[in-house]
Antibody
Framework: EVQLVESGGGLVQPGGSLRLSCAAS????????MHWVRQAPGKGLVWVSR????????SHADSVKGRFTISRDNAKNTLYLQMNSLRVEDTAVYYC?????????????WGQGTVVTVSS | DIQMTQSPSTLSASVGDRVTITCRAS??????LAWYQQKPGKAPKLLIY???SLESGVPSRFSGSGSGTEFTLTISSLQPDDSATYYC????????FGQGTKLVIK
């Protein structure tokens, strides 16, 4: 059974940093592209970042470019999101997600999410 | 950036109704489109990928169609468990979600 378990969320002041983790199990982690998607309270889904299978290629949404960094450790089956210079508008549930088998970009499996609150 | 626009934003229908949700892309995305269902407090669930391919385990009353810039998600006979918010996602160029359609059972 595929499992994606996010952790690392919490309350942080504006300008602060957090690192989110996503522990993967039940599949060969190194064979899949991975993504982060967020959802602000009462709002819709917003794509944040993606990373290729070996970690050599990443992409980020314009709203987080230069502040967030996605990475992975295939030996530890873990995905990360380093979030710096956090803003109030970054407050959201952050989901990690696994792409489908054909590398095409749809998100087949999702974690339960971790809550990030940016507030003074 | 590719923008995705869903309609309607809210939809109210009765059990047994046929329901259609539309998603329009700001430029052609071929058939690189997925649909997700999300219930309150839960993670999204994949329903449809590549515009019309039904994800394993998803009831056959769900179907998707379209290509280019216009796509539809159809529920052939609405069930009480289908009350949820539905999102489309383009993955032709990076990724963008529609704003969501909230489906309420009358």
């Amino acid at each position: 059974e595929v499992q994606l378990v996010e952790s690392g969320g919490g309350l942080v002041q504006p300008g602060g940093s957090l690192r989110l983790s996503c522990a993967a199990s039940g599949f060969t982690f190194s064979k899949y592209w991975m993504h982060w998607v967020r959802q602000a309270p009462g709002k819709g889904l917003v794509w944040v970042s993606r990373i290729n299978k070996d970690g050599s290629g990443t992409s980020h949404a314009d709203s987080v470019k230069g502040r967030f960094t996605i990475s992975r450790d295939n030996a530890k089956n873990t995905l990360y999101l380093q979030m710096n210079s956090l803003r109030v508008e970054d407050t959201a549930v952050y989901y990690c997600a696994r792409e489908g088998d054909d590398d095409s970009g749809y998100l087949k499996d999702w974690g339960q999410g971790t809550v990030v609150t940016v507030s003074s | 950036d590719i923008q995705m626009t869903q309609s309607p934003s809210t939809l109210s229908a009765s059990v047994g109704d046929r329901v259609t949700i539309t998603c329009r892309a700001s430029q052609s995305i071929s058939d690189w489109l997925a649909w997700y269902q999300q219930k309150p407090g839960k993670a999204p669930k994949l329903l449809i990928y590549k515009a019309s391919s039904l994800e394993s385990g998803v009831p056959s009353r769900f179907s998707g169609s379209g290509s280019g810039t216009e796509f539809t998600l159809t529920i052939s006979s609405l069930q009480p468990d289908d009350s949820a918010t539905y999102y489309c996602q383009q993955y032709n160029s990076y990724s963008t979600f529609g704003q969501g359609t909230k489906l309420v059972i009358k």
